[in-house]
């Protein structure tokens, strides 16, 4: 089906342990973004990237690592994971034009124990 | 000045009633000014796009004043599935939104 997804939907780790959480877009758009949602705080935008091989810093990209080799990927890695990093991760994507609108997939949940 | 600011609700409504939701931003240089809804655990989907001269879908309307730095959104005829939170957001420089902390609705019968 065509859309953006995530994976995994739920994810448990203890501190310390990398986690990579997956992005998936069947979109071809040039834009992908990775943020994480906590109580009190909003959407903040921890990554993005303007097009495969090129990403840039969001206002929260401590303790984050992302990489896009390919276009329709965009994988979060958490290096060391750490109770802070317990949150909801959104990825979302928008195409090209000069319209900033962005698509979100369902979300991962993740809880670092 | 926060970059947005709304205000969090509850707004507790009645079906039927109407209902509107205002977000102040503060970079002057922003654009592209949205509605998104989230429904509880859910991911934001995109409500409507605000434009200068004001725009309406179906039973929503939206409003940007540029001059206050403000953008509404005007719900009519309230209904249970209008139960959500609505989140301001705006473009920044570049690529980059910025999301309201949302407004919560929530239509009771």
């Known amino acids: 089906d065509a859309g953006i997804t995530q994976s995994p939907r739920y994810k448990i780790t203890e501190t310390g342990r990398q986690v990579t959480l997956m992005c998936h877009q069947t979109w071809s758009h040039s834009y992908m973004f990775w943020y994480r949602q906590d109580l009190g705080h909003g959407l903040r935008l921890i990554y993005y990237?303007?097009?495969?091989?090129?990403?840039d810093k969001g206002e929260v990209p401590d303790g984050y690592v992302v990489s896009r080799s390919k276009t329709e990927n965009f994988p979060l890695t958490l290096e060391s994971a750490t109770r802070s990093q317990t949150s909801v991760y959104f990825c979302a994507s928008r195409g090209q034009g000069l319209t900033y609108e962005q698509y979100f997939g369902p979300g991962t949940r993740l809880t670092v124990t | 000045r926060k970059e947005v600011e709304q205000d969090p609700g509850p707004f507790n409504v009645p079906e039927g009633a109407t209902v509107a939701f205002n977000c102040t931003y503060s970079n002057s240089a922003s654009q592209s000014f949205f509605w998104y809804r989230q429904d509880c655990r859910k991911e934001p989907k995109l409500l409507m796009s605000v434009y200068s001269s004001g725009n309406e879908d179906g039973r929503f309307t939206a409003q940007l004043n540029r001059a206050s730095q403000y953008i509404s959104l005007l719900i009519r005829d309230s209904k249970l599935s209008d139960s959500a939170t609505y989140l301001c957001?705006?473009?920044?420089?570049?690529?980059?939104?910025?999301f309201g902390k949302g407004t919560t609705l929530s239509v009771s019968s």
């Open positions: 990237s303007a097009a495969a091989d090129i990403t």
């Open positions: 957001v705006f473009n920044q420089a570049g690529t980059a939104l910025i």
